[in-house]
């Protein structure tokens, strides 16, 4: 993986030789880990190396069928110290043995200028991610850090798939053309101020198959990341028809769970390559291509 | 610092002990660190013990003059998984030195509910924080995990110091009540759902003192987190005036940039001390007891 090349040309790269615009999410929940991984670790660090374990097994089965992979800062950070090193280690993991797939470090970092440049140091320099998701409600400004790393993608959250989004998300806000919903107004921001380095990728839950629709419209040239298929129950056909961008790519589609826990038992990495290559499959079949 | 009691109640008791409501942000800035403590630190190992060795002399300077520390993820992740564990140390420091001072973890998370659930528990139990700074974007189910945390503290991002903040935050917003600006409407989000265990805090810029007094209007009863004063140029003794509470507290006024960079030379410690002195000494004036 070579960060000579733009994020958006790697993003390119990766969909095309891996014929997958599949992202498979590492969340490695510790109780919903195969008890071949978890039995006897007890303590911070041996838990971290199961974790660590259990990621590099999934990356192996899975990396033949995905584009991405999205490592969740939250299951490693909750180990401490050794949960990061855990978090390193399966980022190089995957350079090592999937070279091709890009890591989105799924972090949701945003803070004022010289914190968020921080923030980018670790998620950029130090956990070495491809791109890492970053949460709009600062302004611009708190994103800069980010933005300004054109070798790098910036995932801002649009319209997340939780239940909650709507909340603030759905929010009809007063603009200079008209009423729009604030994740409307977040799709604007980015195709017409933050994606000036042609970085951005947009968040929008396949949950809201209607709202990735609109963002699409919003903004025609920036991929997006689809999550909430599988266990949160997005319809897929509907959110990739409503994604592709106009040369029938710019999607980023993630699951987590379906994937990890496909099984409990010692095949639980074979169970988890038999689901990503199946939503693969089917993602290609409602893209058209085989 | 006992978790028996209600993260309401150890705040209140933070207040009356020390007679102050300025709180000191440990924010260690590698490029601003003394000479005298980064002087041969280059491996990450040896930069986050130096990062630690900061933070204790500033904690051991300031503690007599604050009723809150507010370490800064970022500034500790940036270093990995050496830089975590200073955290960790810091944060078991303060309890030993300053067990009257409340800590509040800087990291504003927020994500869908299980991953939010492992964010709490980084905060709470694994770094051991008396409270974290969250995002709203995402909604109130994004914070339950937190929320839900009665002896814990949840600080509620609503309208930000930093420039951008504006952005999404001061849009107008159609509600049930007619027009509000965006972050009034996280206020009133906090005041009328998300506080029911009386464990919410509200973070206003003193960047915009008009704003502090609107969301004091919104949330009578809430803590108000102040950032912005110092090296952001806020306005300290209208935020004070703005943000009291009707018992004549209700505020954490955040000093970060201006404390611990009050001096570069050996004696940054003693520099930092009087400037927190002076702050808690201006604040104490602004709101008329000494």
Request: with cysteine.
């Amino acid at each position: 993986m070579s960060f000579a090349l733009l994020f958006s040309e790697r993003l390119r790269r990766a969909w095309q030789t891996q014929n997958s615009f599949l992202c498979v999410g590492l969340d490695p929940e510790w109780n919903r880990l195969p008890e071949c991984i978890t039995a006897g670790a007890i303590e911070p660090e041996a838990k971290a190396r199961a974790v660590a374990e259990f990621s590099r097994r999934i990356v192996d089965a899975v990396q033949p069928y995905v584009c991405a992979f999205k490592p969740q800062y939250a299951f490693y950070g909750s180990l401490g110290p050794a949960g990061i090193r855990a978090l390193e280690d399966t980022v190089r993991y995957i350079r090592a043995r999937a070279p091709h797939a890009l890591v989105i470090l799924d972090a949701k970092r945003a803070d004022i200028g010289n914190t968020s440049r921080m923030y980018a140091v670790e998620a950029f320099d130090v956990i070495g991610a491809d791109a890492v998701t970053v949460n709009p409600y600062m302004g611009g400004d708190a994103l800069a850090p980010f933005l300004e790393r054109a070798d790098r993608g910036v995932v801002v959250l649009c319209r997340t798939s939780n239940p909650g989004a709507a909340q603030l998300q759905d929010l009809w806000v007063r603009t200079d053309r008209g009423e729009a919903r604030l994740y409307q107004v977040v799709a604007r921001l980015v195709a017409e101020e933050w994606n000036a380095n042609g970085n951005c990728a947009l968040v929008v839950g396949a949950t809201a198959p209607a709202q990735v629709a609109e963002v699409r419209a919003i903004a025609p040239d920036v991929p997006l990341l689809l999550p909430g298929i599988g266990a949160q129950g997005g319809d897929l056909a509907a959110s990739v028809a409503a994604g592709l961008d106009s040369s029938g790519a710019g999607l980023i589609v993630n699951v987590s769970r379906a994937v990890l826990y496909a099984s409990s038992g010692e095949q639980f990495a074979e169970a988890a390559a038999a689901a990503a290559r199946s939503f693969t499959d089917q993602i290609n079949s409602y893209r058209g291509v085989r």
